[in-house]
Protein backbone atom coordinates (compact mmCIF):
# COMPACT_ATOMS: atom_id res chain seq x y z
CA UNK A 1 0.00 0.00 0.00
CA UNK A 2 1.20 3.45 -0.68
CA UNK A 3 1.45 4.82 2.94
CA UNK A 4 3.67 1.80 2.97
CA UNK A 5 6.14 2.79 0.60
CA UNK A 6 5.97 6.28 2.14
CA UNK A 7 6.35 5.71 5.55
CA UNK A 8 9.14 3.10 4.40
CA UNK A 9 11.64 5.95 3.90
CA UNK A 10 10.92 8.58 6.18
CA UNK A 11 13.46 11.32 4.46
CA UNK A 12 11.56 10.91 1.20
CA UNK A 13 7.95 11.43 3.36
CA UNK A 14 9.61 14.30 5.59
CA UNK A 15 10.09 16.21 2.57
CA UNK A 16 6.59 16.36 1.09
CA UNK A 17 5.52 13.78 -1.47
CA UNK A 18 8.98 13.38 -2.70
CA UNK A 19 13.02 13.64 -1.62
CA UNK A 20 13.36 15.43 -4.58
CA UNK A 21 9.98 17.76 -4.27
CA UNK A 22 11.31 18.46 -0.69
CA UNK A 23 14.83 19.74 -1.40
CA UNK A 24 12.97 22.06 -3.99
CA UNK A 25 11.02 23.41 -1.39
CA UNK A 26 13.49 24.67 0.71
CA UNK A 27 15.83 25.85 -2.29
CA UNK A 28 12.79 28.10 -3.18
CA UNK A 29 12.28 29.27 0.61
CA UNK A 30 15.91 30.70 0.38
CA UNK A 31 15.87 32.57 -2.60
CA UNK A 32 12.52 34.12 -1.32
CA UNK A 33 14.31 35.35 1.26
CA UNK A 34 17.65 36.37 -0.12
CA UNK A 35 15.05 38.78 -1.81
CA UNK A 36 13.36 40.48 1.15
CA UNK A 37 16.57 42.88 1.74
CA UNK A 38 14.71 44.74 4.90
CA UNK A 39 15.07 41.67 7.32
CA UNK A 40 18.11 39.66 5.99
CA UNK A 41 20.13 42.78 5.21
CA UNK A 42 21.92 43.65 1.74
CA UNK A 43 24.21 40.63 0.36
CA UNK A 44 26.54 44.07 -0.63
CA UNK A 45 26.41 47.39 1.10
CA UNK A 46 28.05 50.52 -0.15
CA UNK A 47 29.98 52.59 2.44
CA UNK A 48 28.34 56.21 2.05
CA UNK A 49 30.26 59.33 2.87
CA UNK A 50 28.28 60.63 5.65
CA UNK A 51 28.48 57.33 8.01
CA UNK A 52 32.28 56.35 7.69
CA UNK A 53 33.90 59.86 7.00
CA UNK A 54 34.52 60.23 10.88
CA UNK A 55 36.23 56.90 11.19
CA UNK A 56 38.45 58.17 8.50
CA UNK A 57 39.64 61.13 10.53
CA UNK A 58 40.03 59.54 13.30
CA UNK A 59 42.55 57.59 11.93
CA UNK A 60 45.09 60.37 10.10
CA UNK A 61 48.24 61.25 11.03
CA UNK A 62 47.27 64.87 11.90
CA UNK A 63 51.22 65.45 11.32
CA UNK A 64 51.66 64.63 8.17
CA UNK A 65 48.88 64.98 6.61
CA UNK A 66 46.82 67.86 7.69
CA UNK A 67 47.32 70.05 5.03
CA UNK A 68 45.10 66.89 2.35
CA UNK A 69 42.70 67.17 4.67
CA UNK A 70 41.84 70.20 5.05
CA UNK A 71 41.72 69.86 1.19
CA UNK A 72 40.36 66.72 0.60
CA UNK A 73 38.02 66.63 2.94
CA UNK A 74 36.25 69.77 1.82
CA UNK A 75 36.07 69.19 -1.76
CA UNK A 76 33.51 67.83 -3.33
CA UNK A 77 35.01 65.16 -6.68
CA UNK A 78 33.18 64.15 -9.79
CA UNK A 79 34.17 61.90 -12.60
CA UNK A 80 36.01 65.60 -14.63
CA UNK A 81 38.30 65.04 -11.48
CA UNK A 82 39.37 61.78 -12.44
CA UNK A 83 42.30 62.83 -14.75
CA UNK A 84 43.73 65.25 -12.95
CA UNK A 85 44.00 62.19 -10.03
CA UNK A 86 45.27 59.68 -12.42
CA UNK A 87 47.81 62.60 -13.62
CA UNK A 88 49.01 62.47 -9.76
CA UNK A 89 49.10 58.81 -9.56
CA UNK A 90 51.18 58.85 -12.52
CA UNK A 91 53.96 61.63 -11.76
CA UNK A 92 53.90 61.31 -7.43
CA UNK A 93 53.86 57.75 -6.62
CA UNK A 94 56.75 58.67 -4.17
CA UNK A 95 54.53 61.59 -2.59
CA UNK A 96 52.34 59.88 0.05
CA UNK A 97 50.65 63.30 0.76
CA UNK A 98 49.01 63.57 -2.60
CA UNK A 99 48.56 59.61 -3.32
CA UNK A 100 46.40 60.26 -0.37
CA UNK A 101 44.64 62.91 -1.66
CA UNK A 102 44.02 61.28 -5.03
CA UNK A 103 42.43 57.96 -3.67
CA UNK A 104 40.29 59.87 -1.47
CA UNK A 105 39.24 62.00 -4.16
CA UNK A 106 38.17 58.20 -6.09
CA UNK A 107 36.76 56.69 -2.90
CA UNK A 108 34.61 60.30 -2.35
CA UNK A 109 33.23 60.32 -5.58
CA UNK A 110 32.21 56.99 -5.38
CA UNK A 111 30.63 57.63 -2.43
CA UNK A 112 28.07 59.66 -3.59
CA UNK A 113 24.33 58.01 -2.55
CA UNK A 114 22.75 58.75 -6.50
CA UNK A 115 25.11 57.59 -9.65
CA UNK A 116 28.63 57.21 -8.57
CA UNK A 117 30.68 57.14 -11.25
CA UNK A 118 31.82 53.58 -11.25
CA UNK A 119 32.14 52.83 -15.01
CA UNK A 120 34.33 56.34 -15.79
CA UNK A 121 36.89 54.88 -12.59
CA UNK A 122 37.11 51.44 -14.63
CA UNK A 123 37.37 52.85 -17.47
CA UNK A 124 40.21 55.38 -16.52
CA UNK A 125 42.51 52.73 -15.47
CA UNK A 126 41.90 53.24 -11.24
CA UNK A 127 41.62 49.55 -10.30
CA UNK A 128 44.91 48.13 -11.05
CA UNK A 129 46.24 51.15 -9.01
CA UNK A 130 43.74 51.12 -6.19
CA UNK A 131 44.91 47.43 -5.64
CA UNK A 132 48.29 48.61 -5.81
CA UNK A 133 47.80 51.06 -2.79
CA UNK A 134 46.69 48.40 -0.60
CA UNK A 135 50.00 47.30 -0.67
CA UNK A 136 51.53 50.27 0.93
CA UNK A 137 51.78 48.95 4.51
CA UNK A 138 53.57 52.28 5.57
CA UNK A 139 50.11 54.52 5.07
CA UNK A 140 47.50 53.74 7.04
CA UNK A 141 45.37 55.99 5.74
CA UNK A 142 45.66 54.96 1.89
CA UNK A 143 45.50 51.50 2.50
CA UNK A 144 42.13 52.34 4.18
CA UNK A 145 41.12 54.89 1.16
CA UNK A 146 42.08 52.14 -1.42
CA UNK A 147 40.06 49.38 0.50
CA UNK A 148 36.85 51.80 1.04
CA UNK A 149 37.02 52.70 -3.00
CA UNK A 150 36.93 49.40 -3.76
CA UNK A 151 34.61 48.17 -1.48
CA UNK A 152 32.35 50.63 -2.95
CA UNK A 153 33.08 49.30 -6.92
CA UNK A 154 32.52 45.90 -5.00
CA UNK A 155 28.51 46.96 -4.52
CA UNK A 156 27.95 47.73 -7.58
CA UNK A 157 27.64 45.05 -10.89
CA UNK A 158 31.64 45.20 -11.57
CA UNK A 159 32.27 42.91 -8.69
CA UNK A 160 34.01 41.00 -10.81
CA UNK A 161 36.26 43.52 -12.13
CA UNK A 162 37.85 44.31 -8.88
CA UNK A 163 38.39 40.29 -8.53
CA UNK A 164 40.22 40.58 -11.81
CA UNK A 165 42.30 43.30 -11.01
CA UNK A 166 43.80 41.38 -7.77
CA UNK A 167 42.57 42.29 -5.23
CA UNK A 168 41.38 39.20 -2.69
CA UNK A 169 44.64 38.16 -1.82
CA UNK A 170 45.60 41.27 -0.67
CA UNK A 171 42.09 42.30 1.33
CA UNK A 172 43.15 39.11 2.72
CA UNK A 173 46.11 40.47 3.82
CA UNK A 174 45.21 43.13 5.24
CA UNK A 175 42.54 40.89 7.63
CA UNK A 176 45.74 40.66 9.83
CA UNK A 177 47.25 44.31 9.75
CA UNK A 178 47.26 46.84 12.23
CA UNK A 179 44.88 49.23 11.82
CA UNK A 180 41.47 47.91 12.89
CA UNK A 181 39.92 50.89 10.19
CA UNK A 182 42.06 49.02 7.42
CA UNK A 183 40.69 45.80 8.59
CA UNK A 184 37.25 46.63 8.86
CA UNK A 185 37.10 48.21 5.40
CA UNK A 186 38.73 45.18 3.90
CA UNK A 187 36.29 42.67 5.77
CA UNK A 188 33.61 45.02 3.86
CA UNK A 189 35.40 44.80 0.54
CA UNK A 190 35.38 41.24 1.06
CA UNK A 191 31.83 40.58 2.01
CA UNK A 192 30.65 42.28 -1.07
CA UNK A 193 32.67 39.84 -2.62
CA UNK A 194 31.65 36.70 -1.75
CA UNK A 195 28.02 37.79 -1.42
CA UNK A 196 28.04 38.71 -5.35
CA UNK A 197 27.86 35.44 -6.74
CA UNK A 198 28.79 31.63 -5.47
CA UNK A 199 31.99 31.00 -7.66
CA UNK A 200 33.28 34.88 -6.15
CA UNK A 201 32.57 33.55 -3.08
CA UNK A 202 34.36 30.12 -3.32
CA UNK A 203 37.33 32.47 -4.73
CA UNK A 204 37.62 34.20 -1.48
CA UNK A 205 37.41 30.92 0.58
CA UNK A 206 39.52 29.22 -1.53
CA UNK A 207 42.44 32.00 -1.28
CA UNK A 208 42.28 31.51 2.65
CA UNK A 209 39.76 34.26 3.59
CA UNK A 210 38.25 32.52 5.98
CA UNK A 211 40.73 32.41 9.50
CA UNK A 212 41.83 35.93 9.11
CA UNK A 213 38.19 37.08 9.16
CA UNK A 214 37.56 34.51 12.02
CA UNK A 215 40.51 36.11 13.80
CA UNK A 216 39.24 39.33 13.72
CA UNK A 217 35.47 38.08 14.61
CA UNK A 218 37.34 36.24 18.01
CA UNK A 219 39.09 39.01 19.36
CA UNK A 220 37.27 42.58 17.62
CA UNK A 221 38.60 45.46 18.46
CA UNK A 222 35.36 47.76 18.28
CA UNK A 223 31.72 46.98 17.95
CA UNK A 224 31.44 48.09 14.34
CA UNK A 225 34.17 45.78 13.27
CA UNK A 226 32.48 43.35 14.24
CA UNK A 227 29.23 43.93 12.73
CA UNK A 228 30.82 43.87 9.78
CA UNK A 229 33.47 41.07 10.02
CA UNK A 230 29.89 38.71 11.59
CA UNK A 231 28.17 39.75 8.13
CA UNK A 232 30.80 39.25 5.99
CA UNK A 233 31.22 35.73 7.55
CA UNK A 234 27.58 35.09 6.25
CA UNK A 235 27.87 35.63 3.13
CA UNK A 236 31.29 33.84 3.16
CA UNK A 237 28.27 31.23 4.19
CA UNK A 238 25.51 31.65 1.45
CA UNK A 239 24.61 30.92 -2.27
CA UNK A 240 23.18 28.04 -3.85
CA UNK A 241 25.50 25.50 -5.23
CA UNK A 242 26.63 25.91 -1.33
CA UNK A 243 29.96 25.96 -0.10
CA UNK A 244 31.97 22.43 1.07
CA UNK A 245 31.56 22.39 4.49
CA UNK A 246 35.34 21.66 4.58
CA UNK A 247 35.53 25.55 3.63
CA UNK A 248 33.18 27.02 6.17
CA UNK A 249 33.44 24.45 9.30
CA UNK A 250 35.50 26.09 11.04
CA UNK A 251 33.24 29.17 10.83
CA UNK A 252 30.65 27.52 13.83
CA UNK A 253 32.36 27.71 16.83
CA UNK A 254 32.47 31.29 16.11
CA UNK A 255 28.79 31.89 15.18
CA UNK A 256 28.09 29.72 17.97
CA UNK A 257 30.01 32.68 20.08
CA UNK A 258 28.41 35.36 18.55
CA UNK A 259 24.67 33.58 19.95
CA UNK A 260 25.41 34.38 23.55
CA UNK A 261 25.71 38.27 22.63
CA UNK A 262 22.87 40.11 23.79
CA UNK A 263 21.58 41.66 20.49
CA UNK A 264 22.69 43.84 17.58
CA UNK A 265 23.02 43.63 13.90
CA UNK A 266 26.12 40.39 14.83
CA UNK A 267 23.71 38.25 15.93
CA UNK A 268 20.96 38.68 13.51
CA UNK A 269 23.84 38.15 10.89
CA UNK A 270 25.19 35.02 12.89
CA UNK A 271 21.59 33.04 12.62
CA UNK A 272 21.73 33.91 8.88
CA UNK A 273 24.92 32.14 8.36
CA UNK A 274 23.70 29.25 10.61
CA UNK A 275 20.86 29.24 8.59
CA UNK A 276 23.23 28.80 5.56
CA UNK A 277 25.45 26.19 6.79
CA UNK A 278 22.62 23.69 8.04
CA UNK A 279 20.47 23.89 4.99
CA UNK A 280 21.53 20.55 3.78
CA UNK A 281 21.95 16.67 4.35
CA UNK A 282 22.17 15.39 7.83
CA UNK A 283 26.03 15.79 7.85
CA UNK A 284 25.57 19.69 7.99
CA UNK A 285 22.81 19.99 10.50
CA UNK A 286 24.83 18.01 12.75
CA UNK A 287 27.58 20.00 11.86
CA UNK A 288 25.41 22.83 13.33
CA UNK A 289 23.55 21.09 15.97
CA UNK A 290 26.96 19.23 17.39
CA UNK A 291 27.72 22.94 18.55
CA UNK A 292 25.51 23.44 21.24
CA UNK A 293 23.14 26.24 19.63
CA UNK A 294 19.63 25.06 19.59
CA UNK A 295 18.61 26.38 22.79
CA UNK A 296 19.80 29.78 22.06
CA UNK A 297 18.41 29.56 18.99
CA UNK A 298 15.05 28.22 20.03
CA UNK A 299 15.34 31.06 22.69
CA UNK A 300 15.01 33.64 20.05
CA UNK A 301 11.73 33.10 18.69
CA UNK A 302 10.52 34.88 21.83
CA UNK A 303 12.88 37.95 21.66
CA UNK A 304 10.27 39.87 19.80
CA UNK A 305 12.71 41.28 16.94
CA UNK A 306 11.42 39.84 13.83
CA UNK A 307 15.14 40.36 12.07
CA UNK A 308 16.29 37.83 14.54
CA UNK A 309 13.23 35.76 14.71
CA UNK A 310 12.99 34.96 11.10
CA UNK A 311 16.61 33.32 10.23
CA UNK A 312 16.07 31.76 14.01
CA UNK A 313 12.76 29.89 12.09
CA UNK A 314 14.68 29.19 9.28
CA UNK A 315 17.58 27.77 10.65
CA UNK A 316 15.51 25.20 13.01
CA UNK A 317 13.55 24.72 10.16
CA UNK A 318 16.84 23.00 8.62
CA UNK A 319 17.14 21.07 11.92
CA UNK A 320 14.06 19.64 11.91
CA UNK A 321 14.72 18.79 8.28
CA UNK A 322 16.46 16.18 8.99
CA UNK A 323 16.50 13.11 11.20
CA UNK A 324 14.19 12.12 13.86
CA UNK A 325 16.99 12.55 16.02
CA UNK A 326 17.61 15.93 15.44
CA UNK A 327 13.66 16.98 15.14
CA UNK A 328 13.45 15.42 18.19
CA UNK A 329 16.37 17.98 19.78
CA UNK A 330 14.38 20.99 18.85
CA UNK A 331 11.41 19.62 20.31
CA UNK A 332 12.83 18.80 23.35
CA UNK A 333 13.83 22.15 23.22
CA UNK A 334 10.99 23.68 23.61
CA UNK A 335 10.36 25.10 20.05
CA UNK A 336 6.67 24.59 20.53
CA UNK A 337 5.99 26.87 22.83
CA UNK A 338 6.53 29.88 20.59
CA UNK A 339 4.48 28.43 17.59
CA UNK A 340 1.28 29.74 18.60
CA UNK A 341 2.12 33.46 19.20
CA UNK A 342 4.50 33.47 15.68
CA UNK A 343 1.69 31.63 13.70
CA UNK A 344 -0.27 35.07 14.37
CA UNK A 345 2.85 37.15 14.15
CA UNK A 346 1.97 40.33 12.04
CA UNK A 347 4.39 39.57 9.82
CA UNK A 348 3.53 36.94 6.78
CA UNK A 349 7.25 36.04 6.13
CA UNK A 350 7.11 34.54 9.78
CA UNK A 351 3.64 32.64 9.96
CA UNK A 352 5.14 31.37 6.57
CA UNK A 353 8.27 30.11 8.05
CA UNK A 354 6.55 28.99 11.49
CA UNK A 355 4.35 26.44 9.30
CA UNK A 356 6.95 25.94 7.18
CA UNK A 357 8.70 24.57 10.34
CA UNK A 358 5.55 22.61 11.78
CA UNK A 359 4.98 20.75 8.43
CA UNK A 360 8.50 19.29 9.13
CA UNK A 361 8.32 18.58 12.45
CA UNK A 362 4.59 16.78 11.44
CA UNK A 363 6.63 14.87 8.57
CA UNK A 364 8.46 13.00 11.76
CA UNK A 365 7.41 10.16 13.53
CA UNK A 366 3.98 9.19 14.76
CA UNK A 367 4.73 10.02 18.27
CA UNK A 368 6.33 14.00 17.25
CA UNK A 369 3.17 14.43 15.32
CA UNK A 370 0.95 13.58 18.05
CA UNK A 371 3.11 16.10 20.06
CA UNK A 372 2.31 18.96 17.44
CA UNK A 373 -1.33 18.07 17.42
CA UNK A 374 -1.80 18.30 21.24
CA UNK A 375 0.41 21.93 21.31
CA UNK A 376 -2.53 23.80 20.92
CA UNK A 377 -1.24 25.23 17.26
CA UNK A 378 -3.29 22.69 15.10
CA UNK A 379 -6.61 24.94 15.09
CA UNK A 380 -4.64 28.45 14.27
CA UNK A 381 -3.08 26.17 11.33
CA UNK A 382 -6.11 25.42 10.07
CA UNK A 383 -7.27 28.45 10.31
CA UNK A 384 -4.61 29.58 7.98
CA UNK A 385 -5.30 27.03 5.33
CA UNK A 386 -8.94 28.75 5.08
CA UNK A 387 -7.82 32.26 5.64
CA UNK A 388 -4.20 33.84 4.73
CA UNK A 389 -1.96 35.07 2.05
CA UNK A 390 -1.38 32.08 -0.78
CA UNK A 391 2.16 31.30 0.75
CA UNK A 392 1.00 30.70 4.39
CA UNK A 393 -1.91 29.12 2.98
CA UNK A 394 0.18 26.73 0.83
CA UNK A 395 3.09 26.04 4.09
CA UNK A 396 0.19 25.54 6.85
CA UNK A 397 -1.62 22.82 3.74
CA UNK A 398 1.78 20.97 3.95
CA UNK A 399 1.16 20.82 7.89
CA UNK A 400 -2.51 19.71 8.07
CA UNK A 401 -1.41 17.14 4.57
CA UNK A 402 1.50 15.95 6.58
CA UNK A 403 -0.68 14.88 10.18
CA UNK A 404 -3.32 13.52 7.82
CA UNK A 405 -0.96 11.16 5.80
CA UNK A 406 1.39 10.03 8.74
CA UNK A 407 -0.61 10.70 12.10
CA UNK A 408 -2.13 8.05 14.66
CA UNK A 409 -5.57 7.67 13.41
CA UNK A 410 -6.56 10.13 16.86
CA UNK A 411 -4.23 12.80 15.45
CA UNK A 412 -6.27 12.55 12.00
CA UNK A 413 -9.78 12.51 14.35
CA UNK A 414 -9.10 15.26 15.75
CA UNK A 415 -7.33 17.47 13.19
CA UNK A 416 -10.78 16.69 11.22
CA UNK A 417 -12.66 17.75 14.17
CA UNK A 418 -10.56 21.52 13.87
CA UNK A 419 -11.77 21.68 10.44
CA UNK A 420 -9.23 20.09 8.07
CA UNK A 421 -11.89 18.70 5.41
CA UNK A 422 -13.03 21.97 5.04
CA UNK A 423 -9.87 23.44 5.23
CA UNK A 424 -8.05 21.22 1.98
CA UNK A 425 -11.24 21.16 0.22
CA UNK A 426 -10.42 25.20 -0.22
CA UNK A 427 -7.05 24.74 -1.28
CA UNK A 428 -7.91 22.17 -4.04
CA UNK A 429 -8.72 24.77 -6.93
CA UNK A 430 -5.55 26.10 -6.44
CA UNK A 431 -2.93 26.87 -9.48
CA UNK A 432 -0.36 25.26 -7.77
CA UNK A 433 -0.49 21.50 -8.97
CA UNK A 434 1.69 20.11 -6.01
CA UNK A 435 -0.33 21.43 -3.52
CA UNK A 436 -3.77 20.05 -4.89
CA UNK A 437 -1.91 17.00 -5.25
CA UNK A 438 -0.93 17.01 -1.62
CA UNK A 439 -4.54 18.42 -0.84
CA UNK A 440 -6.06 14.92 -2.59
CA UNK A 441 -3.92 12.64 -0.78
CA UNK A 442 -4.78 14.29 2.36
CA UNK A 443 -8.68 14.08 1.87
CA UNK A 444 -7.82 10.25 0.71
CA UNK A 445 -6.27 9.05 4.23
CA UNK A 446 -8.86 10.97 6.15
CA UNK A 447 -11.60 9.00 4.38
CA UNK A 448 -9.58 5.77 5.01
CA UNK A 449 -9.09 6.44 8.33
CA UNK A 450 -12.73 7.47 8.73
CA UNK A 451 -14.00 4.14 7.22
CA UNK A 452 -11.39 2.19 9.90
CA UNK A 453 -13.03 4.13 12.81
CA UNK A 454 -16.87 4.27 11.37
CA UNK A 455 -16.57 7.91 10.83
CA UNK A 456 -17.09 7.95 6.54
CA UNK A 457 -20.60 8.90 6.48
CA UNK A 458 -19.98 11.78 8.74
CA UNK A 459 -17.09 13.06 6.57
CA UNK A 460 -18.54 12.19 3.46
CA UNK A 461 -21.21 14.64 4.24
CA UNK A 462 -18.40 17.36 5.33
CA UNK A 463 -17.30 17.19 1.44
CA UNK A 464 -20.58 17.71 0.03
CA UNK A 465 -21.27 20.69 2.70
CA UNK A 466 -18.38 22.21 1.02
CA UNK A 467 -18.55 21.73 -2.46
CA UNK A 468 -15.82 19.16 -2.05
CA UNK A 469 -16.75 16.94 -4.06
CA UNK A 470 -17.47 19.28 -6.80
CA UNK A 471 -14.22 20.26 -6.43
CA UNK A 472 -12.70 16.47 -6.60
CA UNK A 473 -15.29 16.18 -9.40
CA UNK A 474 -13.55 19.12 -11.92
CA UNK A 475 -10.07 17.87 -10.86
CA UNK A 476 -10.94 14.41 -13.26
CA UNK A 477 -10.54 16.97 -16.11
CA UNK A 478 -7.26 18.52 -14.96
CA UNK A 479 -4.33 18.25 -17.28
CA UNK A 480 -2.01 17.27 -14.47
CA UNK A 481 -2.32 13.09 -14.94
CA UNK A 482 -1.14 12.44 -11.30
CA UNK A 483 -4.22 14.96 -10.28
CA UNK A 484 -6.61 13.13 -12.40
CA UNK A 485 -5.76 10.01 -11.57
CA UNK A 486 -6.27 10.73 -7.39
CA UNK A 487 -9.07 12.72 -8.33
CA UNK A 488 -10.74 9.44 -10.07
CA UNK A 489 -9.58 7.48 -7.80
CA UNK A 490 -11.12 9.20 -4.54
CA UNK A 491 -14.61 9.03 -6.84
CA UNK A 492 -14.54 5.45 -7.63
CA UNK A 493 -13.72 4.97 -3.70
CA UNK A 494 -16.03 6.90 -1.95
CA UNK A 495 -18.19 8.46 -4.21
CA UNK A 496 -19.16 5.85 -6.92
CA UNK A 497 -22.64 4.81 -8.22
CA UNK A 498 -24.69 1.81 -7.92
CA UNK A 499 -23.40 -0.91 -10.45
CA UNK A 500 -25.15 -1.09 -13.42
CA UNK A 501 -26.95 2.32 -13.15
CA UNK A 502 -25.94 3.82 -15.92
CA UNK A 503 -26.71 0.81 -18.26
CA UNK A 504 -30.37 1.05 -16.35
CA UNK A 505 -30.57 4.83 -17.37
CA UNK A 506 -28.69 4.95 -20.73
CA UNK A 507 -28.34 1.98 -22.79
CA UNK A 508 -31.51 0.90 -24.71
CA UNK A 509 -32.99 -2.53 -24.96
CA UNK A 510 -32.92 -4.40 -27.85
CA UNK A 511 -36.38 -5.68 -29.21
CA UNK A 512 -36.23 -7.51 -32.30
CA UNK A 513 -35.09 -5.42 -34.91
CA UNK A 514 -35.98 -1.84 -32.76
CA UNK A 515 -34.28 -0.14 -29.89
CA UNK A 516 -37.28 0.87 -26.84
CA UNK A 517 -35.70 3.64 -24.58
CA UNK A 518 -37.66 4.06 -21.37
CA UNK A 519 -36.94 4.84 -17.93
CA UNK A 520 -37.19 2.55 -15.02
CA UNK A 521 -39.08 2.78 -11.51
CA UNK A 522 -36.99 3.94 -9.01
CA UNK A 523 -37.68 5.60 -5.73
CA UNK A 524 -37.46 9.34 -5.62
CA UNK A 525 -33.92 9.36 -3.64
CA UNK A 526 -32.10 7.10 -7.13
CA UNK A 527 -31.91 4.04 -4.46
CA UNK A 528 -33.46 0.65 -5.89
CA UNK A 529 -36.61 -0.55 -4.71
CA UNK A 530 -40.15 -1.02 -5.08
CA UNK A 531 -42.13 2.71 -5.17
CA UNK A 532 -44.45 3.27 -2.65
CA UNK A 533 -45.91 6.14 -5.33
CA UNK A 534 -48.30 5.37 -8.13
CA UNK A 535 -45.99 4.41 -11.34
CA UNK A 536 -46.70 6.17 -14.44
CA UNK A 537 -47.52 3.21 -17.18
CA UNK A 538 -43.81 2.60 -19.19
CA UNK A 539 -43.68 4.10 -21.87
CA UNK A 540 -41.23 3.54 -25.28
CA UNK A 541 -40.30 5.14 -28.59
CA UNK A 542 -39.44 2.22 -31.24
CA UNK A 543 -37.65 2.97 -33.95
CA UNK A 544 -37.37 0.53 -36.95
CA UNK A 545 -34.58 0.52 -39.46
Not at 66 to 87: A, F, R, W
Not at 249 to 255: G, K, S, T, V
Not at 360 to 382: L, P, Y
Amino acid sequence: EKMVEMRASRRDYKKGIDAIEGRRRRDNHVVQLRKNKKEEGMMKRRAMTTTAEVNSLATIDATNTSDVNNTTEKKMYTKIDLPGLMQIFATESTNNSRILEAVRGIRKMLSVEVNPPVNEVIDCGALPILVELLKKVDSNDILFEAAWALTNVASTDKTRNVVDSGAVPHLINLLLCKGADVREQSAWCLGNIAGDSPDLRTYVLECGGMGPLLKNIAEPESESLLNNCVWALSNFCRGKPQPDLDLVAAAIPYLAGILQRPSGDALMDACWALSYLSDGDDTRIDAVMNSGVVPDIVSFLGSGKANVVTPALRTLGNFVSGNDKQTQSVLDAGVLNYVPALLEHERKNIRKETCWLLSNIAAGTKAQIGIVVDSNTMSTVVGLVNDSPWDVRKEATWVVSNIATGGKDSDVLAIVQMGAIEAICSVLEASDAKITLVGLEAIENIFRVGERNGKNEEYLQIVHECDGLDIIEKLQEHKNEEIYEKAVSIIEAYFGVEENVEDENLVPNIEGDTFSFGIPNKKADGMDGESTQPQQPLQTYNFNF
